[in-house]
T-cell receptor, first 114, second 113 residues
Framework: SQTIHQWPATLVQPVGSPLSLECTVE??????LYWYRQAAGRGLQLLFY??????ISSEVPQNLSASRPQDRQFILSSKKLLLSDSGFYLC?????????????FGSGTQLSVL | AQSVTQPDIHITVSEGASLELRCNYS??????LFWYVQSPGQGLQLLLK??????LVQGIKGFEAEFKRSQSSFNLRKPSVHWSDAAEYFC???????????FGKGTRLSVIA
Protein backbone atom coordinates (compact mmCIF):
# COMPACT_ATOMS: atom_id res chain seq x y z
CA SER A 1 0.00 0.00 0.00
CA GLN A 2 1.01 3.58 -0.51
CA THR A 3 2.24 5.77 2.30
CA ILE A 4 3.43 9.34 2.55
CA HIS A 5 6.01 10.52 5.04
CA GLN A 6 6.56 14.12 5.96
CA TRP A 7 9.05 15.49 8.45
CA PRO A 8 9.69 17.08 10.79
CA ALA A 9 6.33 17.28 12.53
CA THR A 10 7.16 20.56 14.21
CA LEU A 11 9.87 23.11 13.61
CA VAL A 12 10.79 26.39 15.23
CA GLN A 13 13.19 28.53 13.25
CA PRO A 14 14.51 32.09 13.63
CA VAL A 15 13.85 34.70 10.98
CA GLY A 16 16.51 34.61 8.29
CA SER A 17 17.41 30.98 8.78
CA PRO A 18 17.14 28.38 6.00
CA LEU A 19 14.41 25.78 5.70
CA SER A 20 14.18 22.29 4.32
CA LEU A 21 11.05 20.17 4.63
CA GLU A 22 11.05 16.73 3.11
CA CYS A 23 8.27 14.55 1.84
CA THR A 24 8.54 11.03 0.46
CA VAL A 25 5.95 8.68 -0.97
CA GLU A 26 6.22 4.92 -0.94
CA UNK A 27 4.34 2.26 -2.83
CA UNK A 28 3.62 4.10 -6.05
CA UNK A 29 5.46 5.39 -9.10
CA UNK A 30 5.43 8.76 -10.81
CA UNK A 31 2.95 10.42 -8.47
CA UNK A 32 1.88 14.02 -8.71
CA LEU A 33 3.28 15.79 -5.66
CA TYR A 34 2.02 18.92 -3.93
CA TRP A 35 3.01 21.35 -1.20
CA TYR A 36 0.20 23.23 0.55
CA ARG A 37 0.37 25.79 3.32
CA GLN A 38 -2.38 26.29 5.83
CA ALA A 39 -2.21 29.61 7.64
CA ALA A 40 -4.70 30.57 10.30
CA GLY A 41 -7.97 31.70 8.76
CA ARG A 42 -6.71 31.32 5.21
CA GLY A 43 -7.49 27.73 4.37
CA LEU A 44 -5.30 25.61 2.16
CA GLN A 45 -3.03 27.45 -0.22
CA LEU A 46 -1.32 25.52 -2.98
CA LEU A 47 2.36 26.46 -3.11
CA PHE A 48 3.92 24.04 -5.59
CA TYR A 49 3.05 20.95 -7.54
CA UNK A 50 5.07 18.55 -9.60
CA UNK A 51 4.02 16.06 -12.25
CA UNK A 52 7.51 14.55 -12.64
CA UNK A 53 11.15 14.70 -11.65
CA UNK A 54 12.52 18.20 -12.06
CA UNK A 55 9.11 19.58 -13.06
CA ILE A 56 7.89 22.16 -10.59
CA SER A 57 4.96 24.53 -10.97
CA SER A 58 4.70 27.46 -8.61
CA GLU A 59 1.28 28.79 -7.78
CA VAL A 60 2.21 31.76 -5.64
CA PRO A 61 5.28 34.03 -5.77
CA GLN A 62 6.98 33.79 -2.42
CA ASN A 63 10.04 33.22 -0.38
CA LEU A 64 9.94 29.47 -0.89
CA SER A 65 11.12 27.02 -3.51
CA ALA A 66 10.53 23.34 -4.22
CA SER A 67 12.56 20.59 -5.77
CA ARG A 68 11.93 17.02 -6.83
CA PRO A 69 15.29 15.28 -6.99
CA GLN A 70 13.78 11.80 -7.13
CA ASP A 71 10.48 10.39 -8.35
CA ARG A 72 8.96 10.08 -4.91
CA GLN A 73 10.74 12.86 -3.05
CA PHE A 74 9.53 16.44 -2.80
CA ILE A 75 11.44 19.09 -0.88
CA LEU A 76 10.30 22.52 0.22
CA SER A 77 13.07 25.02 0.88
CA SER A 78 13.84 28.57 1.77
CA LYS A 79 17.17 30.39 1.96
CA LYS A 80 15.92 32.94 4.48
CA LEU A 81 12.71 32.48 6.41
CA LEU A 82 10.28 35.33 7.03
CA LEU A 83 7.79 35.68 9.85
CA SER A 84 5.03 35.28 7.29
CA ASP A 85 6.31 31.80 6.41
CA SER A 86 4.86 30.46 9.65
CA GLY A 87 2.09 27.96 9.11
CA PHE A 88 1.14 24.36 8.75
CA TYR A 89 2.71 22.77 5.68
CA LEU A 90 1.13 19.78 4.05
CA CYS A 91 2.58 17.50 1.44
CA UNK A 92 0.21 15.49 -0.73
CA UNK A 93 0.30 13.10 -3.65
CA UNK A 94 -2.05 11.81 -6.28
CA UNK A 95 -1.82 9.27 -9.07
CA UNK A 96 -1.98 11.89 -11.81
CA UNK A 97 -4.41 9.82 -13.83
CA UNK A 98 -6.97 12.41 -14.64
CA UNK A 99 -9.09 15.29 -13.47
CA UNK A 100 -10.11 15.75 -9.91
CA UNK A 101 -8.61 12.64 -8.44
CA UNK A 102 -8.13 11.90 -4.79
CA UNK A 103 -5.31 13.54 -2.88
CA UNK A 104 -3.47 11.71 -0.13
CA PHE A 105 -2.03 13.98 2.52
CA GLY A 106 0.88 13.70 4.87
CA SER A 107 0.48 14.53 8.53
CA GLY A 108 1.94 18.01 8.14
CA THR A 109 4.72 20.16 9.56
CA GLN A 110 3.93 23.00 11.94
CA LEU A 111 6.49 25.71 11.23
CA SER A 112 6.91 28.62 13.60
CA VAL A 113 9.22 31.41 12.53
CA LEU A 114 10.25 33.64 15.43
CA ALA B 1 -10.28 29.18 -13.25
CA GLN B 2 -12.34 27.43 -10.64
CA SER B 3 -12.91 28.75 -7.11
CA VAL B 4 -14.62 27.60 -3.94
CA THR B 5 -16.38 29.52 -1.18
CA GLN B 6 -17.22 28.14 2.22
CA PRO B 7 -19.35 30.88 3.80
CA ASP B 8 -19.18 29.59 7.36
CA ILE B 9 -15.86 29.87 9.18
CA HIS B 10 -17.05 28.15 12.36
CA ILE B 11 -20.15 26.16 13.21
CA THR B 12 -21.18 24.71 16.55
CA VAL B 13 -23.76 21.94 16.81
CA SER B 14 -25.02 19.75 19.60
CA GLU B 15 -24.18 16.08 19.58
CA GLY B 16 -26.99 14.19 17.88
CA ALA B 17 -28.16 17.21 15.91
CA SER B 18 -28.10 17.37 12.15
CA LEU B 19 -25.36 19.16 10.27
CA GLU B 20 -25.08 21.01 6.99
CA LEU B 21 -21.86 22.64 5.83
CA ARG B 22 -22.14 24.94 2.86
CA CYS B 23 -19.95 25.01 -0.21
CA ASN B 24 -20.36 27.11 -3.34
CA TYR B 25 -18.16 26.77 -6.36
CA SER B 26 -17.43 28.72 -9.48
CA UNK B 27 -16.62 26.87 -12.67
CA UNK B 28 -17.91 27.08 -16.20
CA UNK B 29 -18.50 23.38 -16.76
CA UNK B 30 -19.40 20.42 -14.61
CA UNK B 31 -16.87 20.43 -11.80
CA UNK B 32 -15.30 17.64 -9.85
CA LEU B 33 -16.21 18.26 -6.21
CA PHE B 34 -14.74 16.96 -2.99
CA TRP B 35 -15.10 17.21 0.74
CA TYR B 36 -12.07 16.60 2.95
CA VAL B 37 -11.86 16.50 6.73
CA GLN B 38 -8.88 17.50 8.86
CA SER B 39 -8.51 16.49 12.48
CA PRO B 40 -6.39 18.84 14.63
CA GLY B 41 -2.71 18.74 13.71
CA GLN B 42 -3.25 16.16 11.00
CA GLY B 43 -3.41 15.93 7.25
CA LEU B 44 -6.63 15.79 5.27
CA GLN B 45 -8.78 12.76 4.59
CA LEU B 46 -11.24 12.44 1.73
CA LEU B 47 -14.88 12.15 2.86
CA LEU B 48 -16.57 11.95 -0.53
CA LYS B 49 -16.39 13.13 -4.11
CA UNK B 50 -18.68 13.89 -7.02
CA UNK B 51 -17.73 13.43 -10.65
CA UNK B 52 -21.00 12.77 -12.47
CA UNK B 53 -24.23 10.81 -12.19
CA UNK B 54 -26.35 10.74 -9.09
CA UNK B 55 -26.22 14.17 -7.48
CA LEU B 56 -26.50 12.77 -3.96
CA VAL B 57 -23.18 11.27 -2.96
CA GLN B 58 -22.55 9.05 0.03
CA GLY B 59 -19.23 9.18 1.84
CA ILE B 60 -17.46 7.75 4.82
CA LYS B 61 -18.42 8.30 8.46
CA GLY B 62 -22.10 8.76 7.59
CA PHE B 63 -21.63 11.93 5.55
CA GLU B 64 -23.40 12.76 2.31
CA ALA B 65 -23.35 15.71 -0.07
CA GLU B 66 -25.68 16.92 -2.76
CA PHE B 67 -24.59 18.59 -5.97
CA LYS B 68 -27.00 21.31 -7.09
CA ARG B 69 -25.98 22.78 -10.40
CA SER B 70 -28.64 25.51 -10.30
CA GLN B 71 -27.21 26.80 -7.04
CA SER B 72 -23.55 26.02 -7.75
CA SER B 73 -23.48 24.24 -4.42
CA PHE B 74 -22.16 21.04 -2.93
CA ASN B 75 -23.31 21.07 0.69
CA LEU B 76 -22.16 18.43 3.14
CA ARG B 77 -24.70 16.86 5.48
CA LYS B 78 -24.90 14.43 8.33
CA PRO B 79 -28.18 13.50 10.05
CA SER B 80 -26.71 13.02 13.53
CA VAL B 81 -23.38 14.48 14.56
CA HIS B 82 -21.01 12.67 16.89
CA TRP B 83 -18.42 14.36 19.11
CA SER B 84 -15.69 12.75 17.02
CA ASP B 85 -16.87 14.75 14.01
CA ALA B 86 -15.33 17.90 15.48
CA ALA B 87 -12.74 18.90 12.90
CA GLU B 88 -12.12 21.26 10.02
CA TYR B 89 -13.90 20.54 6.76
CA PHE B 90 -12.69 21.60 3.36
CA CYS B 91 -14.59 21.70 0.11
CA UNK B 92 -12.52 21.45 -3.05
CA UNK B 93 -13.12 21.71 -6.79
CA UNK B 94 -11.19 20.15 -9.63
CA UNK B 95 -11.23 20.64 -13.36
CA UNK B 96 -10.37 18.50 -16.38
CA UNK B 97 -6.69 18.04 -17.04
CA UNK B 98 -3.89 17.29 -14.66
CA UNK B 99 -4.45 20.39 -12.55
CA UNK B 100 -4.45 20.65 -8.77
CA UNK B 101 -7.57 20.94 -6.71
CA UNK B 102 -8.64 24.32 -5.42
CA PHE B 103 -9.69 24.29 -1.79
CA GLY B 104 -12.04 26.51 0.14
CA LYS B 105 -10.89 28.19 3.34
CA GLY B 106 -12.53 25.56 5.48
CA THR B 107 -15.26 25.38 8.10
CA ARG B 108 -14.38 24.47 11.65
CA LEU B 109 -16.98 22.28 13.31
CA SER B 110 -17.34 22.20 17.08
CA VAL B 111 -19.60 19.65 18.74
CA ILE B 112 -21.06 20.29 22.18
CA ALA B 113 -22.78 17.91 24.54
Amino acid sequence: SQTIHQWPATLVQPVGSPLSLECTVEGTSNPNLYWYRQAAGRGLQLLFYSVGIGQISSEVPQNLSASRPQDRQFILSSKKLLLSDSGFYLCAWSLGQGPGEKLFFGSGTQLSVL
Amino acid sequence: AQSVTQPDIHITVSEGASLELRCNYSYGATPYLFWYVQSPGQGLQLLLKYFSGDTLVQGIKGFEAEFKRSQSSFNLRKPSVHWSDAAEYFCAVGAPGNTPLVFGKGTRLSVIA
